[in-house]
């Protein structure tokens, strides 16, 4: 806010157009431009100096607003975090209680962006075709689900660390033997291998148990049948879901971009290779 004072020096008046701006939470002062002796004529330039002042701004905004950043500022990924957190997006989870590597809180901001996202995206995808329908799929199911997926067997991470840089990486199972060091290019000591499960087991009942889904696919695939009947589609047609999934991920870092409860936008897309597609597909791969 730019605002006019007076200083009165060896009995003479001086008038100075003066800002103030808020620094590193602190309202500090800035002197603009000095506007001369006489009251009425130091008044005309200080209307003349803020008009073209707010003239540059709303310049600059707009150009921002149709050409992009003028300036390109580099923030780092806590830089991120803590924005969203200060403005209220996205929260640690329980932080009161020292929080939760990999799980997040959505604020009132957060939780609304979200919400739009999550609506925009089904109207376009399945209100918005003839050939998609969605379905809402339980997060804990019978674990013959993921036997059968290979989930149970295959979906784990392959812990190693390096000889040379003492860090800790991952890899593949196709992978153990044959790689080094991302860091260093250092060997790994293959000796310390240790296989850990992505997939959260969880009891169920008494004596049961089952897992928090690590993938909303499955629940599509055992349900196909019933949604192809129900909703009286024909092949070729896709189905759509959006719900959490759950994966035990190790080393959960860069803010929410790798956690351990993730929300999954989704949608399997079914035909047979032998009759024409709707629509212009690439590389297709059977898989059964």
């Known amino acids: 806010m730019a605002f006019v004072v007076k200083k009165t020096i060896s009995g003479n008046d001086y008038y100075y157009l003066n800002e103030n701006n808020r620094i590193d939470g602190k309202v500090k002062t800035k002197t603009i431009a000095y506007l001369g002796k006489v009251k009425k004529e130091a008044k005309k330039k200080a209307e003349e100096i803020i008009r073209k002042m707010d003239k540059e701004k709303k310049k600059k905004i707009i150009q921002i607003g149709r050409v992009g950043e003028l300036e390109k500022v580099n923030i780092s990924i806590d830089d991120m975090a803590a924005f969203?957190?200060?403005?209220?997006?996205v929260y640690p989870s329980a932080e009161i209680y020292g929080g939760m590597a990999g799980f997040w809180d959505y604020g009132p901001f957060g939780v609304e962006m979200k919400n739009n996202l999550?609506?925009?995206?089904?109207?376009f995808h399945v209100h918005g075709r003839d050939d998609i329908v969605g379905i809402d799929?339980?997060?804990i199911t019978n674990p013959k689900v993921w036997k059968a997926s290979g989930h149970e067997e295959n979906f784990n991470d392959v812990l190693v660390i390096c000889k040379k840089c003492k860090k800790l990486g991952k890899v593949d199972k196709h992978e153990i033997g044959k790689v080094k060091c991302i860091n260093c290019n250092g060997e790994y000591d293959w000796g310390?291998?240790?296989?850990?499960?992505?997939?959260f087991k969880i009891k169920v009942g008494l004596d049961g148990f089952s897992y928090l889904r690590p993938e909303t696919a499955q629940l599509i695939f055992t349900n196909f049948k019933f949604v192809q009947e129900n909703a009286r589609l024909k092949l070729p047609f896709?189905?759509?879901?959006?719900?959490?999934a759950f994966r035990n991920e190790n080393a959960p870092?860069?803010?929410?971009?790798?956690?351990?409860?993730?929300e999954q936008m989704e949608i399997e897309y079914i035909g047979d290779t032998?009759?024409?597609?709707?629509?212009?597909?690439?590389n297709t791969v059977i898989l059964i």
């Open 238 to 244: 896709g189905i759509a879901q959006i719900g959490k």
């Open 192 to 199: 310390s291998v240790k296989e850990i499960e992505q997939m």
């Open 84 to 89: 969203c957190k200060r403005k209220g997006f």
């Open 137 to 139: 799929g339980s997060i």
């Open 118 to 123: 999550k609506n925009d995206w089904w109207k």
């Open 253 to 262: 870092r860069d803010f929410i971009f790798r956690d351990r409860e993730i």
């Open 274 to 282: 032998n009759e024409k597609y709707p629509y212009k597909i690439g």
